[in-house]
């Protein structure tokens, strides 16, 4: 039961304070940095992970058309 029991608690917490830390690590970092380069890293940022999400998606699509769902 233990095997379960600990898991199952002990999992949404973590996925809830790993990106909890996360943006709080990039306000901290980027707090008192100049604007003009923080907002072109984000941006680059956002473009290079929806690079990496389009992709994924496109393939989820293409799998359900091809079994005709």
């Given at each position: 039961?233990?095997?379960?029991?600990?898991?199952?608690?002990?999992?949404?917490?973590?996925?809830?304070?790993?990106?909890?830390?996360?943006?709080y690590?990039?306000?901290?970092?980027?707090?008192?940095?100049?604007?003009?380069?923080?907002?072109?890293?984000?941006?680059?940022?956002?473009?290079?992970?929806?690079?990496?999400?389009?992709p994924?998606?496109c393939?989820?699509?293409?799998?359900?058309?091809?079994?005709?769902?």
């Amino acid at each position: 039961m233990e095997k379960v029991v600990i898991p199952a608690v002990v999992s949404p917490v973590l996925a809830c304070l790993t990106p909890l830390l996360a943006i709080y690590l990039a306000y901290v970092l980027t707090q008192r940095s100049p604007s003009g380069p923080t907002s072109r890293g984000f941006r680059i940022g956002r473009i290079g992970s929806a690079s990496l999400v389009a992709p994924a998606v496109c393939d989820r699509r293409a799998g359900r058309s091809a079994r005709g769902m």
